[in-house]
């Protein structure tokens, strides 16, 4: 059985994605504030941890002994990012590094980062691929954007 740690999993996407893994009969972690509740159902393949990705020792022990780790935790668009920029920088760039580091310091085969096509901007391209320059137009899509080479970089 593949075990699968998700940040930000009691989220919008991760409160869908959680229960079709589970179908699938993976054993999920969903590591999450839980700043808008807890709607998450009780499953014997599921552990429930509340922490903060800033929190590098809670993140570290809590992810241990996972073959694949889902980071979907973020301040998740550009109006609320812009509620508290320091705050959305913090969790969505800041802590971004370090978690790719303790991913692979506990030897997680698999990191899967969410980002957004927003990171692309507006564009005249009829097809817009990952090969597309990155066209942030705030500071959520720039972010999100300056993400990807942290991870390639590890």
Known sequence: MKKIFITGGGGYVGTRLVPILLKKKFYVTVFDTFWF?????????????KGDIRSKNKLSKSCKNHDIFLHLACISNDTSFELNN????SINYDAFEPMVK?????????FIYAS????YG???EKNVTEKHPLV??????KFKGMCEPQLFKH
């Open 37 to 49: 509740g807890n709607c998450l159902k009780k499953n014997k393949n599921l552990k429930i941890v």
């Open 86 to 89: 320091k705050l959305s920088k």
């Open 102 to 110: 303790i991913a692979k310091k506990n030897k997680i085969k698999r």
């Open 116 to 119: 957004t096509s927003s990171v």
């Open 122 to 124: 507006i564009s005249k």
């Open 136 to 141: 942030p137009l705030t500071l959520y899509n």
